[in-house]
Each structure stands twice: as C-alpha cells, then as structure tokens.
C-alpha cells in the first residue's frame, strides 16, 4: 500500500528529546510485526523518527548470520531507541542499556522499563528509580517508562530523565487513556517532554493524548496487531498531528447550553 504522507502544520513546532528535534511526534515499536519488510512498510506509514527496539527480542547486530532489524531501519535514517522491555530488575535493565551502548556505538539514549508483574506488566516504580539514578549517573540520557502517578513522574524528572512515558493503560491492552486528569498534573508541571506509552488502541486514543498536552505519543501493539498494520500506521500519523494542531489551537469552553453559531446580536429587528 502506497501512503502519502502528509507535512505537519507548522515545521517549527518539533519535539526536542535530549536537545534533539523530531519533526514525527509519534514513536513507534518494531516488535511483534509478520517480517521485516512489514515493519519497514509500517515505520514509513507512521512517520516515525525515533524507533524503539527491544534488546532482549529483536536482533541489531547481537546475533550475527540472523535477519538484522537495522538492515531495514538504518540508524542513519532512524533514531534507534533501545529498550529494557522483559526486564524485571534494576540490574537487569542497567545491563541492557550497557549492552545496547556498545551494539550502537556509543550511543546513550535508551528507553528505560522495569516491569513488577507478568499479567499487568505494570512498572516496578521503585526499581525504575533505581535504575535510572544508575543510568544517569552512567551518562545515559534516559526515556522513563512508569505508572502515571504525578509524584513519581516528578522524582523521575528530577533524577535527570530526558523524558517521561506515563501508561495510559497496560502494555498491549488496548483502552486508551483512564485518567486524564493523572495525565494533566504530569503534563502542566513537567519540564521534560511527556510522551504517552502504552495501552493506545486506535487513533482517537493517540488524539485524546495529544489534545490534552502530551508532547508525543509510543506505541507498538495497536499498529502491529491491527488487521492492516501499514494502514493503521498511518491513521495513527494523522491522528497525533491532528491532536496535536488541536491542543495548539485551543479548543471552546464545554457548555451545558447551545451556542448558536451564526448569533442574532446586532443584526437588524
């Protein structure tokens, strides 16, 4: 399928991660697609800039003679965002994000995620702080995956996180955003970007968080597990500049009562 990508409103209006812009407000995963080639198709459709790749799961150079995930997503194309995903200790994240320093020569932005439970794969908060006061320490310029508890989001950016990704719902679930107003205290208190990760369904999801203020939005199993992934790939592009040119916008009091459009004051009796 061939998608025409659509230029973002305002060129200007970028996100900056680490003192680096990114015209694509959208963050994509590279897990869980038919092959290769359907990733690449997806990647492309999404707009994406910044990718994020599972050390533990996806191939970048570890396992020579295998399919190598950079082969079609060159990092001279692609921002390669290595993540922690399946790490359930702080020691065991801080080892993935060393081994993904020497696969990308040296590269130290990472995505950093430290799960506390199989079934929910929620994040194990305390581990996360742990595990980020390490990685920052290291020189690591860390994205935080975390619960969306606006204390916590706080202490993170603290520690010295590059940005903040509070779930919206669990990894993979699919409901969309349940507590818009957790989201809100991050977002109006936040000096850091603050990306939604986790639990985006479709593309009226990836609105909602973009109309509310989110700097960007991250998902991987609503694009890859949809029926036409390419297509939703680009739903979802539309779907976070649209939020996004909305939140810039400014959007009209909520109102109990109609509001005629077309008013009667000053017009002739």
Do not use: W
């Not at 929620?122 to 390490?134: G, I, K, M, R, S």
């Not at 690591?140 to 202490?155: E, G, K, N, Q, W």
């Not at 520690?159 to 699919?174: H, K, Q, R």
């Amino acid at each position: 399928m061939n998608v025409l990508a659509a230029e973002p409103l305002d060129k200007a209006d970028t996100l900056h991660v680490a003192g680096m812009p990114f015209r694509s407000r959208l963050l994509t995963g590279t897990g869980k697609f038919r092959d290769l080639d359907q990733t690449r198709r997806a990647t492309e459709a999404a707009g994406a800039q910044i990718v994020t790749v599972a050390i533990r799961r996806m191939n970048i150079g570890q396992n020579p003679g295998e399919p190598n995930l950079l082969d079609v997503l060159p990092p001279d194309r692609y921002t390669i965002l290595p993540n922690t995903a399946g790490c359930y200790t702080a020691d065991d994240a801080i080892r993935t994000c060393r081994l993904a320093r020497e696969l990308l020569d040296g590269r130290t932005l990472v995505k950093l995620e430290v799960l506390g439970d199989q079934k929910t794969l929620f994040p194990d908060v305390v581990a996360t702080l742990e595990a980020a006061q390490v990685l920052v320490k290291e020189g690591f310029h860390v994205m935080v995956y975390t619960s969306d508890d606006p204390i916590l989001a706080r202490r993170l950016e603290d520690i010295g996180c590059v940005a903040v990704m509070p779930l919206a719902a669990p990894i993979g679930s699919g409901l969309g955003i349940q507590n818009r107003y957790n989201l809100l205290e991050i977002i109006e208190n936040a000096n850091v970007p603050i990306i939604v990760d986790a639990g985006v369904g479709t593309a009226s999801d990836a609105a909602i968080a973009m109309e509310l203020g989110c700097d960007g939005v991250l998902m991987n199993t609503a694009i890859a597990g949809a029926k036409d992934p390419v297509l939703m790939a680009h739903a979802m592009k539309l779907a976070v500049e649209a939020g996004r040119a909305a939140f810039r916008a400014g959007r009209i009091p909520r109102k109990r009562y109609a509001s005629a459009s077309s008013p009667i004051d000053g017009t002739i009796a």
